[in-house]
């Protein structure tokens, strides 16, 4: 029963068991569940973050438990960290814009949140890389998306910084 949880939490209820491209669909999956949190039940922004990072602590444990007795210490079907990366730049894109916003902009910028997490995560920039080579373990399956979520952060201040 336990590990038929823990299976469940870091193949995100199964996504990460889809044959082709399991972690877009995680994060795709991600994208519009936060987007229902927040502007179909109204979420605080800040409560999902604090609920992001205890996430980013089970995972911790939970990752390593499934990897245990693998010899890929990073497989596919582990997508909680896809997870938790995509919704580190949309939890602060909404405290950051926190005052009612019209629907296609707010679509718009998930969208591009959404791209970039993933160009990101694919092409494994430094220190996502240095994460995902260095660490054969949950700390470096979970970080490098970490990393990719606070590029895409990162990426829209110096757009916001740009554009004002």
């Given at each position: 029963?336990?590990?038929?949880?823990?299976?469940?939490?870091?193949?995100?209820?199964?996504?990460?068991k889809?044959?082709?491209?399991?972690?877009?669909?995680?994060?795709?999956?991600?994208?519009?569940?936060?987007?229902?949190?927040?502007?179909?039940?109204?979420?605080?922004?800040?409560?999902?973050?604090?609920?992001?990072?205890i996430?980013?602590?089970?995972?911790?444990?939970a990752?390593?438990?499934?990897?245990?007795?693998?010899?890929?210490?990073?497989?596919?079907?582990?997508?909680?960290?896809?997870?938790?990366?995509?919704?580190?730049?949309?939890?602060?894109?909404?405290?950051?814009?926190?005052?009612?916003?019209?629907?296609?902009?707010?679509?718009?910028?998930?969208?591009?949140?959404?791209?970039?997490?993933?160009?990101?995560?694919?092409?494994?920039?430094?220190?996502?890389?240095?994460?995902?080579?260095?660490?054969?373990?949950?700390?470096?399956?979970?970080?490098?998306?970490?990393?990719?979520?606070?590029?895409?952060?990162?990426?829209?201040?110096?757009?916001?910084?740009?554009?004002?």
């Open positions: 029963m336990v590990n038929k949880i823990n299976f469940l939490f870091v193949t995100l209820f199964g996504i990460g889809i044959n082709k491209i399991p972690g877009s669909f995680a994060s795709l999956a991600t994208t519009i569940f936060l987007f229902f949190l927040f502007h179909i039940l109204n979420f605080s922004p800040n409560i999902v973050l604090f609920s992001i990072i996430i980013f602590f089970i995972s911790l444990y990752v390593n438990i499934f990897i245990k007795n693998l010899t890929n210490k990073d497989p596919k079907e582990v997508v909680i960290d896809e997870f938790i990366g995509q919704s580190i730049p949309i939890c602060l894109y909404e405290i950051a814009h926190n005052m009612p916003k019209e629907t296609d902009q707010v679509l718009t910028s998930y969208f591009i949140i959404f791209i970039l997490f993933r160009i990101f995560d694919i092409v494994k920039p430094y220190p996502v890389s240095y994460y995902d080579k260095n660490f054969k373990n949950s700390f470096g399956v979970i970080m490098d998306d970490v990393c990719a979520g606070l590029y895409v952060v990162a990426i829209l201040v110096l757009y916001m910084i740009i554009t004002t």
